[in-house]
């Protein structure tokens, strides 16, 4: 089962020339685990779509102090979105784990191998 991303539309991801485009690596992996637990049949896709277009139109209606558009971080609380709804993650949890991931240093866990 493949999901059926959006190739235009609110849902869409960003693309180059046909191929998706991510700016930090913490995005591939928000894309791939949402993909990956689609196809495991954690949530339906229509779910996610629904969850992500939700995310996308808070933001268009009222903007947070962080006004900068990144689409995976619509993505990503989509995802917390879907997995909280479905009772895969309790809310709490997500919102625990995300705090504690938040405080690490930039560049964590993608430094440099010597």
Do not use: C, K
């Not at 991303?5 to 849902?11: F, H, K, M, N, T």
């Not at 869409?12 to 998706?20: C, D, I, Q, T, V």
């Amino acid at each position: 089962m493949t999901a059926p991303l959006d190739i235009q539309g609110p849902a869409a991801p960003p693309r180059s020339n046909g191929e998706l485009v991510f700016a930090e690596p913490w995005e591939s992996r928000a894309f791939g685990m949402a993909i990956t637990l689609y196809e495991a049949g954690v949530f339906s896709w229509p779910q996610f779509q629904a969850a992500l277009i939700a995310r996308i139109a808070r933001w268009e209606s009222a903007p947070t102090e962080d006004a900068h558009w990144n689409y995976y971080r619509h993505w990503l609380g989509a995802l917390e979105d879907v997995l909280a709804e479905g009772g895969a993650v309790p809310a709490d949890e997500v919102t625990t784990r995300a705090r504690t991931l938040a405080q690490r240093p930039t560049g964590y866990d993608h430094g440099h191998r010597h």
